[in-house]
């Protein structure tokens, strides 16, 4: 019954994601498309790439580095194959979800510390996620592009949240307080969604316990991380021929950031170049270029999942294993048991 559930799940998401295209395709033309990225300049691509493979291996430094905070020993390498095995698998699959339990799996399997690492996992996601959200609030807030006082205010406040939920998360004497106030809202939600704010809250207590400079220093890192993004995307945008203020670039990655992590289409695909194309549109940008753009950040994926691809077919055909389990221990069951695909091990098929 379940598996035929996924099947149904499956093929809506697809048909949904052909549909989307498809309108987006009714009112773009794709030969327009295509002429705008083979216009792209290469001397604004190449340095761009240069960046993206940059950004990722800040991603890598600082999972790693989390990792081994809370004692969980990693090399960096281990934890790039499974950055690239995650990556290749959101080419393909609707949201975050699978990609972070695909990346679970091959780092539990390293460590044998399956709750530790899903824990790190979370932490080192919320560092990478909120900034750009707070950063992408005070932006449009501060671009403002309607003109309406009332998008900046409700902007002004998301950011506001955004810190005040920043706090409640990480700051360690905040714990307590934070305890009282989610069995509060806890009580004002539906039970589901109270106790996913419970274990959320559970799952981060082990990093709560750091102190204020060993949060920052990791912060300091996806702060990183997060600027070189957007020189990377500001510089995509300047290869279509277009400049589009630094402002809205970042306020439109948090968007991309936010929508990313929904499974609404497979790959995000047409969700993405619709909201590009109504934001930059509000510049100028003609639908064309803003597609071609969306295209152009969805390759900077690209470039990660083809390392991924290999890594999951070496698993495969078995040159690759998931070493590190500890005895007696399975990931690929663990997997399962919330739903979402393990990347297949050929050894262990066989086995």
């Not at 780092?107 to 959200?133: E, F, H, K």
């Not at 419970?198 to 990791?218: M, N, T, V, Y």
């Not at 400049?243 to 992590?261: E, N, R």
């Amino acid at each position: 019954m379940n598996h035929s559930r996924k099947l149904w799940k499956t093929a809506a998401r697809l048909a949904l994601t052909v549909v989307v295209v498809g309108i987006l395709l009714y009112f773009v033309d794709w030969r327009h498309v295509v002429s705008a990225l083979t216009d792209a300049s290469l001397a604004w691509l190449l340095p761009a790439y240069a960046l993206v493979v940059a950004r990722r291996a800040i991603e890598v430094a600082q999972m790693a580095r989390v990792l081994r905070l809370v004692g969980c020993s990693v090399g960096w390498w281990r934890v790039f194959r499974a950055n690239a095995l995650a990556a290749f698998y959101a080419l393909f699959t609707p949201g975050s979800l699978i990609p972070i339990a695909v990346k679970w799996t091959d780092l539990a399997a390293a460590t044998g510390r399956r709750a530790l690492v899903l824990n790190a996992i979370i932490y080192s996601r919320l560092l990478l996620d909120l900034q750009p959200m707070i950063i992408g609030a005070v932006a449009l807030a501060w671009a403002n592009p309607t003109g309406r006082p009332l998008l900046a205010v409700a902007a002004g406040a998301l950011a506001a949240l955004g810190v005040v939920v920043a706090m409640c998360l990480f700051a360690p004497w905040l714990g307590p307080a934070t305890r009282s106030m989610s069995n509060a809202l806890g009580r004002c939600l539906p039970a589901r969604l109270g106790t996913r704010i419970d274990r959320l809250l559970g799952e981060l207590e082990p990093f709560r316990a750091f102190s204020i400079g060993r949060h920052l220093s990791l912060a300091a890192i996806a702060l990183l991380s997060f600027a070189v993004g957007i020189v990377t995307r500001f510089m995509l945008m300047k290869s279509l021929g277009f400049h589009v203020p630094l402002s809205t670039i970042i306020w439109v990655d948090a968007i991309l950031i936010v929508v990313g992590h929904m499974p609404i289409t497979i790959g995000n695909f047409g969700v993405r170049e619709g909201l590009v194309i109504a934001a930059f549109g509000l510049y100028g940008v003609p639908a064309n270029v803003a597609v071609a753009y969306g295209l152009l950040v969805y390759s900077c994926r690209v470039i990660m999942a083809l390392v991924g691809g290999g890594y999951q077919l070496a698993l495969i055909a078995g040159w690759a294993t998931l070493r590190g389990t500890a005895p007696g221990q399975s990931e690929r069951p663990a997997a399962h048991a919330h739903g979402d695909p393990a990347p297949m091990e050929g050894t262990r098929e066989r086995a």
